[in-house]
């Protein structure tokens, strides 16, 4: 984690809610933390972190258990409150549900948000194997399936925009690192209607994702796809490939019409 200032304003940016919510991400990063590690890691004096510690647990947003400090659960509010208001999770949840019945896989939901993947929605059939990524993970959006059917949507302006925010960083052997290859891919994607993520994100994980078109002008990019074991999924793929066209046609429909 980068190292922080404690200078309370600068330029457009004020120091301490900044610093607060390093405090935040790391906690959410290690799980627990004690204010010596919170101290260490933010080169912080230690008499700081521990008043920024007792600002967040009075607050609400962190909870103090034996001078172990963890992230609150009132984020869970905040976070199932943000995704509630979204249209698109509104409309797709059902189907979500039942595309992951049909495909006897992992579904997932997914929209932009700052020009990274956020995990809407997933759900999993009795089948499938649970991929582990929980709800509202926010990850690089060339390591998914969902992250590239919805860069496959976006202008090349706006895709190196991400790019030069983000980066392409990787995450396994066969991670994209290179902005040429990402646009090599995603044309790929674009002429053949799907993405599809090969063990770029997780090892022996493949998915496919479909963009879901919406022509509302509000509603956030979103992408549907359905993820699992690499073999298993390239076994049954020209099923996955038609059960989401038929779940991303009526997430449409019902977007646009309703």
Same mark, same amino acid.
């Given at each position: 984690m980068d190292k922080i200032s404690t200078n309370d304003d600068s330029g457009n940016s004020i120091k301490s809610v900044e610093t607060g919510f390093k405090i935040i991400e790391y906690l959410h990063d290690v $799980?627990?933390?004690?204010?010596?590690?919170v101290s260490n890691e933010l080169d912080l004096p230690l008499s700081t972190a521990h008043v920024y510690l007792k600002t967040l647990e009075q607050i609400g947003y962190v909870v103090c258990e034996s001078q172990n400090y963890r992230i609150g659960l009132r984020f869970l509010h905040h976070g199932g409150v943000a995704r509630h208001k979204l249209r698109i999770y509104q409309i797709a949840k059902h189907e979500i549900?039942?595309?992951?019945?049909?495909?006897? !896989?992992?579904?997932?939901? &997914?929209?932009?948000?700052?020009?990274?993947?956020?995990? =809407?929605?997933?759900? $999993?059939?009795?089948e499938g194997v649970y991929d582990n990524p929980p709800i509202g993970q926010f990850t690089n959006m060339h390591w998914t399936a969902?992250?590239?059917?919805?860069?496959?949507?976006?202008s090349p302006e706006q895709v190196e925009k991400i790019v030069s925010v983000h980066g =392409?960083?990787?995450? %396994?052997?066969? %991670?994209? %690192?290179?902005?040429?290859?990402?646009? !090599?891919?995603?044309? #790929?994607?674009? $002429? +053949? &209607?799907?993405?599809?993520?090969?063990?770029? +994100?997780?090892?022996?994980?493949?998915?496919? &994702?479909?963009?879901?078109?919406?022509?509302?002008?509000?509603?956030?990019?979103?992408?549907?796809?359905?993820?699992?074991? +690499?073999? #298993?999924?390239?076994?049954?793929?020209?099923?996955?490939?038609?059960?989401?066209?038929?779940?991303?046609?009526?997430?449409?429909?019902?977007?646009?019409?309703?």
């Amino acid at each position: 984690m980068d190292k922080i200032s404690t200078n309370d304003d600068s330029g457009n940016s004020i120091k301490s809610v900044e610093t607060g919510f390093k405090i935040i991400e790391y906690l959410h990063d290690v $799980e627990v933390a004690t204010a010596t590690e919170v101290s260490n890691e933010l080169d912080l004096p230690l008499s700081t972190a521990h008043v920024y510690l007792k600002t967040l647990e009075q607050i609400g947003y962190v909870v103090c258990e034996s001078q172990n400090y963890r992230i609150g659960l009132r984020f869970l509010h905040h976070g199932g409150v943000a995704r509630h208001k979204l249209r698109i999770y509104q409309i797709a949840k059902h189907e979500i549900s039942d595309l992951s019945e049909k495909t006897q !896989e992992v579904a997932n939901l &997914g929209v932009e948000e700052n020009g990274q993947r956020v995990l =809407l929605q997933k759900a $999993e059939a009795p089948e499938g194997v649970y991929d582990n990524p929980p709800i509202g993970q926010f990850t690089n959006m060339h390591w998914t399936a969902l992250g590239k059917a919805m860069l496959s949507t976006m202008s090349p302006e706006q895709v190196e925009k991400i790019v030069s925010v983000h980066g =392409l960083p990787k995450a %396994t052997e066969n %991670t994209i %690192t290179t902005l040429d290859t990402l646009v !090599e891919e995603l044309d #790929r994607t674009r $002429e +053949r &209607g799907y993405s599809i993520e090969d063990e770029e +994100r997780r090892r022996r994980i493949r998915a496919i &994702g479909i963009p879901i078109e919406i022509s509302d002008g509000v509603s956030s990019t979103s992408a549907i796809s359905v993820s699992g074991p +690499r073999s #298993r999924i390239q076994k049954k793929e020209d099923e996955i490939i038609d059960a989401l066209y038929n779940t991303a046609n009526v997430i449409g429909l019902k977007c646009n019409h309703y």
